[in-house]
């Protein structure tokens, strides 16, 4: 009888222990989840304001960072193969009396030599098709091998007054001022490719391939979604955030 009830007390020590323990998690939780939440909102606005003219200020709500349930407008086709449509996430900028004057779209491609590839890409001129611009893209994750598809990323932090004029050496120049009805996102290797196509990276061409599909599908949903974009998007939502700066 003696062993049961120590049995018992011990079982009880744990529980409350347990219980201790799960209370501190929680108290932790939410006392960091406001500042986790608000360091990622910073990190978003810091990325888009690279990707956007420099006019353009970027005012972010977790709403229009991707935080609720996807709206019809954003939601990709076809479906994924779990059945659920994919959703693309669309970051506004403004310009100083409030009026859209950009949007980044962040997507991503898991066709790269090292899997998937997140490209976050800069659209404005968003009047119509015509005056369509693909600004800049900017890669925010990847894989890819050190030396070769990691060149999809080169110099992207640096000023593109520092890139200089040849796509060889920076890959990104391939997406940078693209007037979109002009623009082919066919890959092609080295001087094969025109100015309207991308040149691929030497040795790298899978990794050229990922980007430019995520970049491809981003363009053709802002250009198929103009009048969605401009409406829901019309009215920035509050205080400019503070990012990067391009």
């Not at 030396?147 to 940078?176: M, Y």
């Not at 290797?189 to 990922?210: L, N």
Request: with cysteine; hydrophobic share 40%; proline share 4%.
């Amino acid at each position: 009888m003696s062993g049961f009830a120590g049995d018992a007390k011990a079982i009880s020590v744990v529980v409350v222990i347990g219980a201790v323990c799960a209370a501190g998690l929680a108290f932790v939780k939410g006392q960091t989840e406001g500042a986790i939440k608000a360091a990622r909102l910073q990190e978003t606005a810091a990325a888009v304001e690279r990707v956007v003219p420099a006019g353009c200020k970027v005012r972010l709500d977790e709403e229009r960072a991707g935080a609720t349930e996807c709206p019809d407008y954003r939601k990709k086709a076809p479906a994924t193969a779990g059945g659920k449509p994919g959703c693309f996430d669309v970051y506004p900028a403004y310009f100083e009396d409030g009026r859209l004057c950009a949007v980044a779209v962040r997507n991503s491609n898991t066709e790269g030599y090292g899997g998937r590839i997140e490209v976050l890409a800069g659209f404005a001129g968003l009047e119509n098709e015509e005056t369509l611009v693909l600004t800049r893209i900017y890669v925010l994750s990847h894989s890819e091998t050190p030396g070769l598809g990691s060149l999809i990323a080169t110099a992207q932090d640096k000023p593109p007054e520092e890139w200089g004029i040849d796509r060889k050496k920076v890959f990104g120049l391939n997406f940078r001022n693209r007037v979109l009805k002009d623009f082919s996102f066919t890959v092609k290797k080295g001087t094969e490719a025109t100015e309207g196509e991308v040149m691929a990276i030497t040795a790298a061409t899978i990794s050229s391939r990922a980007v430019t599909k995520a970049v491809g599908e981003s363009s053709r949903w802002v250009k198929e979604n103009l009048g969605a974009i401009r409406e829901k998007l019309a009215a920035a939502p509050g205080p400019s955030a503070d990012g990067g700066a391009q």
